[in-house]
């Protein structure tokens, strides 16, 4: 019995290891952490954290302007707003502003152009605008690339020729080819003609956004169709066999059967192809949809703080990315066998 | 009830196999057939056939009267009235014994919830593991995961049980209290198929014998003719290596 004396090598044994490598994961970052600083010393750079937050909200100045010449004729009060009458040689124009914005008094003679109140608001910035775009550009282009995905992956393991070659045209097709490009032919080709098409109808046009959420949508739906095929072919033949001999018809047992087990061999996969979708997303900058990257640069420009700004827009990118992975592991977990 | 006349079939993968060949039967109402043979004789091939789970090259077969071959037939409509035990379960892995059983319940004979479960509740006691209901396949043993299968297909209500080597997955102390639920539905006039090694069985249960080899009927008679007094040479070889 050793019990009470110190060993080292128990302690090695034991917990030691475990605690020397949690120790070293930490030494490294800090290493990491410590190195950036050090050559960003080297550099002649000003950090300026202070002008990031005016990019993510900002208060704006709001003057309410007279638009002709007269007499403050009325200062009705109606709760927390005023209307403020303003009575010209023939005109009269009304002016509603917040109550404590007011800046003339009855019987005042106001030249055009007047500041009659102001107030300020606070804004959210560009890089809030450009980070909600990204968010609603990546979760439609994700939606529909499950759909595009889904029955692609259907066709592609179908043995009608017709669906099956098909199927496999546009997954070579969308996966052989850059998404930068295709953004391109989405926009500047099927856009153009499409639009003409719209307004040739008297309809309105399609903005830059919906062009983009369609080449992301195709794009991600091309991989998805093969991480689909590969999950429904995981799934023991004999599932379908079993399905198929109590009288179900294919689509039944698809549906029943088969794709419930598909889907949760296929989360893991799929979780990394929309972090992927996400991330090229930040290519729609180029057909002038200003999402977060686009923001980002245009920020840039004005500011002059790119170290800043530009760790700003990963980390911004890091939050949807982390979010939707602690998503897609919650589902992992909901839809455990047995859970 | 079953009646297969010339069927064929030959599978093409690295070679030409010819699983069957030319094999006529006939299964009549309430009948027990055990087919045996040595393995690679075609035996589970001419079961897979008779509800279309392989598709028969040639020859016809009849499912009550019904052609299956013929492409107009409605190949669900017949496979309803026909259940299938698989020598590996096959148990829907993402569903519980209960699951197991209603779903092909309300999914294609459109019964209500409430009445698929009292039927399948029925059945698992039937089998003797009513106490197994809400576990997942993957927490059954062998044996137990064998009776909800077979529960499963007796649920559909069919008219003909086929069997494809139900217990040669099985430990051997699990396989006994799966032919027990098989000799109970024989002794019931459940009309059965059954591949199987199980020779006791056949000796026991089995109205009738079909001896296969190569793809062909080689002999086929009553288990006392057979186990007896086997007239041809290979069928005296084959049982003279098992028995």
């Known amino acids: 019995m050793r019990t009470g004396n110190f060993s080292i090598t128990d302690y090695l044994r034991t917990r030691g290891w475990r605690h020397i490598s949690v120790g070293l994961f930490f030494v490294m970052m800090g290493l990491v952490v410590f190195g950036l600083f050090f050559a960003t010393k080297k550099v002649e750079y000003v950090w300026r954290w202070y002008r990031v937050p005016r990019y993510f909200v900002y208060k704006d100045k709001i003057e309410i302007k007279a638009e002709i010449e007269g007499e403050v004729a009325s200062i009705v009060s109606k709760g927390e707003e005023v209307e403020v009458t303003v009575r010209g040689a023939d005109e009269e124009e009304v002016y509603p502003l917040p109550a404590e914005s007011l800046r003339v008094d009855e019987g005042d003679f106001i030249y055009f152009g007047d500041v009659l109140g102001s107030y300020q608001k606070w804004k959210v910035g560009i890089l809030v605008e450009g980070l909600w775009v990204t968010l609603k550009v990546s979760v439609i282009a994700v939606l529909l690339g499950i759909v595009i995905g889904l029955f692609t992956g259907l066709a592609r393991i179908s043995k009608n020729p017709a669906l099956r070659w098909t199927a496999i045209t546009y997954i070579e097709l969308v996966r052989g080819s850059p998404l930068l490009v295709q953004i391109f032919i989405w926009y500047f080709v099927l856009g153009t003609m499409f639009n003409t098409l719209l307004a040739k109808q008297g309809l309105g046009q399609l903005s830059p956004l919906w062009y983009g959420v369609a080449a992301l949508a195709v794009f991600a739906g091309a991989y998805v169709a093969e991480i689909v095929r590969a999950g429904i072919q995981s799934i023991h033949r004999g599932q379908m066999e079993a399905a198929r001999s109590l009288g179900m018809t294919y689509p039944q047992s698809m549906r029943y059967i088969i794709l419930p087990q598909a889907f949760r061999r296929i989360l893991p996969p799929l979780a990394g192809q929309f972090i992927s979708l996400i991330k090229d997303s930040s290519l729609l900058g180029i057909i002038a949809v200003r999402e977060l990257t686009k923001a980002t640069r245009e920020v840039v420009t004005t500011s002059l703080q790119p170290f800043e700004l530009w760790f700003i827009c990963a980390l911004l990118y890091l939050v949807l990315t982390f979010a939707l992975s602690m998503f897609v592991q919650y589902l992992e977990r909901r839809t455990a066998i047995g859970g | ?243």
Not at chain 2, 17 to 23: I, M, P, T, W
Not at chain 2, 112 to 137: C, F, N, Q, T
Not at chain 2, 193 to 218: N, Q, W, Y
């Open chain 2, 1 to 243: 009830m079953v009646r297969a006349e010339n069927v064929c079939k030959t599978f093409y993968t690295t070679h030409k196999v010819e699983a069957l060949v030319d094999v006529s039967c006939q299964i009549d109402k309430g009948d027990v057939v055990v087919i045996i043979g040595p393995s690679g004789s075609g035996k589970s091939t001419l079961l897979r056939c008779l509800n279309m789970l392989e598709k028969a090259d040639k020859g016809h077969i009849y499912i009550d009267g019904v052609d299956i071959l013929d492409p107009k037939t409605n190949i669900n409509k017949v496979r309803e009235e026909m259940g299938m035990v698989f020598q590996s379960f096959n148990l829907f892995r993402h569903k519980t014994a209960m699951g197991n059983l209603t779903l092909a319940q309300m999914v294609v004979r459109k019964r209500s919830k409430k009445e698929a479960e009292e039927r399948a509740m029925a059945l698992l006691e039937k089998v003797g593991i009513p106490d197994k209901v809400d576990s997942y396949p993957d927490s059954l043993s062998g044996g137990q995961q064998q009776r909800v299968a077979i529960a499963r297909a007796l649920a559909m209500d069919p008219k003909v049980m086929l069997f494809d080597e139900p217990t040669s997955a099985l430990d051997p102390e699990m396989i006994g209290e799966v032919l027990d639920v098989m000799k109970t539905l024989a002794r019931e006039g459940m009309t059965m198929v059954v591949v199987t090694h199980e020779m006791g069985f056949a000796r026991e249960v089995a109205d009738r014998v079909i001896f296969m080899d190569e793809g062909k009927i080689v002999e086929e008679g009553s288990p006392e003719h057979f186990f007896k007094a086997p007239t041809h040479e290979r069928t005296k070889l084959f049982l003279s290596q098992i028995l």
